[in-house]
């Protein structure tokens, strides 16, 4: 039973230690490699209202110029929202304006340019039989989308508005322009990852298909070894390798560009298509709503209402009250550094659901000293008091603290479902901070209870330690 209870003395040691080291201000970010488990940025992220950020407006472009269908709209706005988490912007704001606006804020994108690139197009990567075709990387070609190959020839040449112009006559003619036959689309792709060449300084796509798409390609490939199949994204050539062998579920596409761009290339083909082609309508520079100095005074008024509580805590529960405020400390440290760790953007709202999550830390702590102090009354030794005001109190905690998670998980599920990722936020940061005061309310306080019982020896049953008892419990 000691080896026990010192074990679970020195986790708490530990982890506190831990939390306090990763929740204080570092600068530059702090970084942790443990093999395995690394952690390469751990700072504290902040959201579009803290720290600012921008915006864009995009509107759907229908051939017809009406409204798209609600369900693709809805779609839309599902993958945008994929892609820039993609990107790694926590906390983006992803929602329906209208009938065919969406709204994204992005707080604190570094390349704005590249973030409108990721989620603006409508990624529909296209294989095509280019056959004997010369084709460069950033030509514009027409194919066969979505009809795929094989397609007939009388289909494959068509008029388009391409056109030259005589130097003799000064006339202008509409020349024809070959359509390749679309093999294979985004749609068969199964995965996608960024990968590197042999020589590791050269970004790759590397891909697998569904059984579907490998069945196709398959077929295809094995009679066109030694053709061009280009790669194809919105109607842009990004590689045109030449076939060497049989290519069946997996595969790689090469291309001259960057690693950012080839990051991009990936959330496109991993999130999918966009079901409504979109156009930047404007885009601005947000500033923080909140600014510096409202953050300030939002930090002292949690300060302040934290100290409230520690001085009603001890003035009323004494040697407990101290003892919970040491826990509540040790709760704001854990939950401030699984915030850094996770990490998780902080927003107004985020910061309400924590310091929401710290009252319902303390209310857990009063549970258990009111029972206590009904023990203690009837007589019970001390030890008989601490175990039973804890086992008294659990069934009360549990069921407000599981209501308050299941609570969470809707309102999480409710802005997961309609782009309310501020609702998302609140109910991520209340659900960890229930989490970490389920902890420190029945493992952290007990221990401590257990740890003052056995240093200051207040079993003895005597009067003298009864009014000891009095003193250090107020009941």
């Not at 390749?180 to 990852?193: D, M, Q, S």
């Not at 579907?212 to 066109?224: C, E, T």
């Not at 029945?442 to 257990?450: A, H, N």
Request: net charge neutral; proline share 5%.
């Amino acid at each position: 039973m000691d080896r026990r209870f010192w074990t679970t003395v020195g986790f708490i040691v530990l982890v506190s230690v831990l939390a306090f080291w990763v929740a204080w201000p570092h600068d530059p970010a702090l970084r942790i490699n443990l093999g395995p488990i690394s952690f390469p940025d751990i700072k504290v992220h902040e959201g579009l209202d803290l720290q600012g950020g921008l915006q864009v407006l995009l509107q759907a472009k229908t051939p017809d110029n009406l409204p798209p269908p609600r369900a693709d709209l809805d779609a839309t706005r599902f993958i945008i929202e994929n892609r820039v988490n993609g990107l790694g912007v926590s906390e983006p704001v992803v929602q329906i304006q209208g009938e065919d606006k969406i709204v994204v804020e992005l707080p604190g994108v570094s390349d704005p340019d590249a973030a409108i690139r990721t989620f603006g197009q409508t990624g529909r990567l296209e294989f095509v039989d280019a056959g004997d075709t010369s084709l460069s990387p950033g030509e514009k070609v027409q194919t066969t989308y979505p009809t795929l190959y094989p397609v007939p020839e009388d289909q494959l040449t068509a008029t388009s508005a391409v056109t030259s112009t005589t130097a003799v006559s000064g006339t202008t003619q509409t020349a024809p322009q070959r359509k390749f036959a679309t093999v294979i689309t985004g749609e068969h792709l199964r995965t996608a990852e960024l990968g590197f060449s042999q020589t590791g300084n050269k970004p790759l796509v590397n891909f697998a298909l569904t059984s579907d798409g490998a069945r196709r390609f398959q077929d295809y490939s094995s009679k066109n070894i030694g053709k061009v199949l280009a790669i194809v994204l919105d109607g842009e050539v990004i590689s045109a390798p030449v076939i060497r062998g049989v290519i069946s579920d997996q595969g790689q596409i090469e291309g001259q560009f960057s690693r950012e761009e080839a990051n991009a290339l990936v959330l496109q083909l991993k999130y999918g298509a966009l079901k409504v082609p979109l156009e930047v309508v404007n885009t601005r520079t947000v500033g923080p709503t909140l600014g510096q100095d409202s953050v300030h005074r939002s930090v002292l008024a949690g300060i302040v209402g934290m100290l409230a509580v520690a001085l009603f805590m001890i003035i009323y529960y004494r040697l407990p009250g101290v003892l919970a405020t040491v826990a509540l400390l040790i709760y704001g440290a854990i939950t401030f550094a699984l915030f850094k760790l996770i990490p998780v953007t902080l927003t107004l709202p985020g910061i309400a659901g924590f310091v929401l999550s710290i009252g319902m830390a303390v209310d857990a702590n009063v549970l258990i000293f009111e029972r206590m102090r009904e023990e203690l009354r009837h007589g019970r030794r001390l030890r008989q008091a601490v175990e039973t005001g804890f086992s008294r109190a659990w069934p009360s905690i549990r069921d407000s603290n599981v209501s308050t998670l299941l609570t969470c998980l809707i309102l999480f599920w409710f802005g997961s479902q309609f782009g309310a990722s501020i609702v998302k936020g609140f109910a991520l940061t209340l659900a960890l901070g229930v989490v970490v005061s389920m902890f420190t309310a029945i493992v952290v306080t007990r221990t401590f209870l257990r740890l003052t019982r056995r240093m200051w020896d207040l079993e003895e049953d005597t009067a003298a330690a009864s009014g000891h008892l009095h003193r250090l419990f107020g009941f």
